[in-house]
Each structure stands twice: as C-alpha cells, then as structure tokens.
C-alpha cells in the first residue's frame, strides 16, 4: 500500500505478488477493495497492481472536470513511477473505457487487454435504463444501509443476493469509509458521458478479451459485444444470468477465464534466489 504523485494528484496503489505484471482498474466511484475476488487469485501468478482512479477511494479527488484520457495518462504514469511495462490490463466498467484509452494512447504499454463490464460510448452505446438511472441517483439521498441494501440490487441477481446478502452488505460497511464524494462520482460520471473509442476500436492491438454478464443493468451486455465486433479478434465471454457485479457473482469462473486469457503467452516466473 502506497502513494504516488501523478499528473498533479496524489494516487493510491497495492502491489501484490510476483511475475508479468497485471494492472487492475476499478469504475465508477469503485476501488481497489472493489477486486477482492480477483487479487487472490492472479497474484499467485502474477505481479497485481491495483490502485484508485482520482476520484475514488484513497487518492485525492479535485473538483475540476476530468477525463478518460486524462485518467489513462494517470494509469501510464503510475506505470512509468514503477517502472513496469509492458502489462496486461483489466479494466472494470469506467476502468474498462480507461483502459481501452490506455491501450489506444501507449499501445507498447498493453500486452493483453481485459474489459469487463464496459462500453465504447458514442452514438451506439445502450445505457442503463431510467429506472436504473433514478435509482442510482436516488442513492445519495438514502441512509447508508438502505444505500447499500439498493446498490446490491442493481449489481447482483435476485438469487445471488438472496443467499449472500449479510455478507455483501458486511463487506460493504467495512468499506464505507472510502466512499467517494458525490462531487468526485459527478466529474467521473461526467467524463464517461464524453467518452467514445467507436472509431478507434480498431486500433487496438492488443489481444483483447471482452467480459460481460447478461443480466447487466449498468452498462447492458449489448455493449459488450458491439467492443468485441470492434476490436480486431477480441473474444467476447457472457456469464449467464450475472449482473455489473459479476466480478464477484461469478468470480470463478472469471478469474479461470481471465487466467486462461493471460496465460496463452505467459513468460513463467524465475524460481532463482
């Protein structure tokens, strides 16, 4: 756990594990806690680094607009600091569009590109539906434990949070400390509505895989396969019947995916002293 200045703001980061490294980018007012699932897992194979957009989290959070560029700068930056790259990327929901700008600005960063949850913006991207839309806005209005008992609904299935909700709900409290502003999900939310790789898609070279759930209600699966029709040879993966949470719905089977994905042309890690 540490700090690093960045293009003018002090951003938080965790470093774990060993081997190729695997930068981890969380969305929307999300952090690093938000990988929980994940960061186990890959850090048994790879070096993990996972840090806090500005905005969010532990990282500072300045009222001035911001920009899906401007964040991936940010993503290069820290990668400059620590001195790692080429990396594989995992960007989650907002931290997918920023690392598909990752990929577009430093391609000779980006050795494989996961994106999860995520869109292309622009004239062809579905969005949530006013229902979801009145719902998340109505979150800043709420009680913590209503706030979050809400949020649950638009992440996770019917099912899955019928038989984990006390313990979806306990993770959530003992994070409810880095919970972003809502100034700072505001300038977040205001630089996905200006972001569009539609035209760029094709630029990417990075091998890319494309992960979604089908019962998304924040960024719908539809987006996901328009990103996958996009970007040349990307797989497209759907686990059935998740949510934007799928991360942690289905986290099995998306960390054997995401694993598989990484470790077609993995170099192995040096056993030497």
Same mark, same amino acid.
């Given at each position: 756990? #540490?700090?690093?200045?960045?293009?003018?703001?002090?951003?938080?980061?965790?470093?774990?594990?060993?081997?190729?490294?695997?930068?981890?980018? &969380?969305?929307?007012?999300?952090?690093?806690?938000?990988?929980? #699932?994940?960061?186990?897992?890959?850090?048994?194979?790879?070096?993990?680094?996972?840090?806090d957009n500005r905005g969010a989290g532990r990282s500072d959070k300045p009222n001035e607009p911001y920009s899906i560029g401007q964040m991936a700068d940010d993503a290069q930056a820290?990668?400059?600091?620590?001195?790692?790259?080429?990396?594989?990327?995992?960007?989650?929901?907002?931290?997918? &569009?920023?690392?598909?700008?990752?990929?577009?600005?430093?391609?000779?960063?980006?050795?494989?590109?996961?994106?999860?949850? !995520?869109? +292309?913006?622009?004239?062809? +991207? &579905?969005? #949530?539906?006013?229902?979801v839309v009145q719902q998340l806005i109505s979150l800043a209005g709420m009680p913590l434990v209503q706030a979050l008992e809400v949020g649950l609904a638009l992440l996770y299935s019917e099912d899955y949070i019928a038989k984990n909700k006390g313990e979806l709900v306990r993770r959530a409290l003992l994070n409810a400390h880095l919970m972003a502003p809502m100034?700072?999900?505001?300038?977040?939310?205001? =630089?996905?509505?200006?972001?569009?790789?539609?035209?760029?898609? %094709?630029?990417?070279?990075?091998? #890319?895989?494309?992960?979604? %759930? !089908?019962?998304?209600?924040?960024?719908?699966?539809?987006?996901?396969?328009?990103?996958?029709?996009?970007?040349?040879? =990307?797989?497209?993966?759907?686990?059935?019947? +998740?949510?934007?949470?799928?991360?942690?719905?289905?986290?099995?089977?998306?960390? +054997?995916?995401?694993?598989?994905?990484?470790?077609?042309?993995?170099?192995?890690?040096?056993?030497?002293?």
């Amino acid at each position: 756990m #540490a700090f690093t200045r960045v293009n003018g703001v002090n951003l938080y980061y965790e470093v774990h594990g060993r081997g190729e490294p695997l930068v981890l980018i &969380m969305g929307l007012g999300a952090n690093t806690t938000g990988w929980w #699932a994940q960061v186990p897992a890959f850090s048994r194979e790879y070096q993990v680094i996972a840090f806090d957009n500005r905005g969010a989290g532990r990282s500072d959070k300045p009222n001035e607009p911001y920009s899906i560029g401007q964040m991936a700068d940010d993503a290069q930056a820290l990668l400059d600091e620590l001195s790692v790259g080429p990396a594989h990327v995992f960007g989650m929901s907002l931290g997918g &569009m920023i690392a598909q700008e990752l990929a577009l600005r430093y391609p000779e960063s980006v050795r494989r590109l996961v994106l999860g949850g !995520t869109m +292309a913006g622009g004239p062809t +991207a &579905m969005f #949530a539906g006013p229902e979801v839309v009145q719902q998340l806005i109505s979150l800043a209005g709420m009680p913590l434990v209503q706030a979050l008992e809400v949020g649950l609904a638009l992440l996770y299935s019917e099912d899955y949070i019928a038989k984990n909700k006390g313990e979806l709900v306990r993770r959530a409290l003992l994070n409810a400390h880095l919970m972003a502003p809502m100034y700072a999900i505001q300038r977040q939310f205001m =630089a996905i509505v200006g972001f569009n790789t539609v035209g760029r898609l %094709g630029e990417i070279k990075a091998p #890319a895989l494309v992960l979604t %759930g !089908t019962a998304d209600r924040v960024i719908p699966a539809h987006n996901a396969r328009l990103l996958s029709e996009g970007i040349p040879d =990307a797989r497209l993966v759907e686990f059935d019947g +998740a949510g934007h949470g799928f991360l942690v719905e289905s986290s099995e089977d998306v960390n +054997a995916t995401v694993l598989a994905f990484l470790g077609e042309h993995r170099t192995p890690v040096s056993t030497a002293a």
